[in-house]
């Protein structure tokens, strides 16, 4: 890997100390390990004890899995905005259907729909608010690693996928992928201050409309670090810092360009069954491989946003 990746994941170490030094005139009281208390007790501090999945905002993800036996219906979208010229929006939203049956595993399922606005982007056939239903997104969460246990808590995370069109441009095609990720997560203040670290494998292949023959695979590798703060009871706010190496193959022979991600984070408890959670983020690094650009705008998109909202019942 060259000396810029190297210093780029370096970078993704150093965050969390970062603000931690910001963060030091906290009341030492915060810090201070704590027995486990109860619900009461929870209330009474001012500052609830929030499941870690998505106060990271909703491209980094905490370990938690929820409670044994939790359902909830969850749309997440996630927007793609800007190439290096022309006009470029394509979001995917995720209707998912989430269910915990046991405290070490989380099972989500539905549709994906795709939506595309694309303008003279060079490469890119325009497309005018086009899009649909595109396929099926599907999410297997096993908690391998329980707070307590260590300092981290991990989870593994498998996402199977079938697409009906690509992501990128929006053209007919059959694209099967199977995204894998590492979730770890660790709270270093009680109930105030939370940092999570991400592991990403996402290959995939696709087959064009009418070419029976010829697939095309790719995939990405990724890394991310997260911070999230209770700034007042049920409200998370953090950054995110994401790393991100596409490969024309399915393993690391076919190197195409990077990315390195940053943007803040959002999160509130809207009531006991209501959440919201949302990124934002922006390329502000770089590079493609046949390229002198600082910035990889043919893999990777200039901006990225998400938001996720579940509804438990």
Not at 73 to 88: K, M
């Amino acid at each position: 890997m060259s000396s810029q990746p190297c210093s780029l994941l370096r970078a993704l170490a150093a965050a969390p100390c970062a603000l931690l030094l910001h963060l030091g005139t906290l009341p030492v009281a915060y810090a201070e390990d704590e027995p486990a208390a109860s619900a009461v007790q929870r209330k009474g501090s001012g500052f609830p004890d929030l499941e870690s999945k998505d106060i990271f905002g909703s491209f980094t993800r905490g370990a938690s899995v929820g409670e044994e036996g939790e359902r909830a219906i969850e749309p997440d979208t996630a927007a793609n905005l800007g190439r290096r010229a022309g006009l470029y929006t394509a979001t995917e939203t995720e209707l998912e259907l989430e269910y915990t049956p046991t405290k070490f595993l989380q099972i989500e399922i539905g549709p994906t729909i795709s939506y595309y606005n694309i303008r003279g982007v060079p490469g890119l056939e325009d497309r005018s608010n086009a899009g649909g239903i595109n396929g099926i997104n599907g999410t297997i969460r096993s908690l391998l690693i329980e707070h307590g246990q260590s300092p981290f808590a991990v989870t593994l995370s498998v996402e199977p996928m079938w697409h009906s069109l690509t992501e990128t441009s929006g053209a007919a095609v059959s694209t099967y992928g199977l995204e894998t990720k590492i979730e770890a997560d660790a709270e270093l203040i009680k109930n105030r201050l939370f940092y999570a670290f991400n592991a990403l494998y996402a290959p995939e292949t696709t087959i064009a409309e009418g070419a029976a023959s010829t697939w095309h695979p790719e995939g990405t590798l990724g890394l991310s670090s997260a911070l999230a703060f209770q700034v007042v009871p049920n409200v998370v706010i953090g950054a995110d810092l994401r790393y991100l190496r596409h490969y024309e193959s399915l393993a690391t022979g076919a190197f195409t360009g990077d990315a390195v991600y940053l943007g803040p984070t959002f999160f509130w408890k809207v009531s006991p069954k209501i959440l919201i959670s949302a990124s934002w983020e922006a390329q502000v690094a770089g590079r493609e491989s046949a390229g002198s650009s600082s910035l990889d705008l043919t893999d990777f998109s200039r901006q990225r946003a998400r938001l996720l909202v579940e509804f438990d019942f």
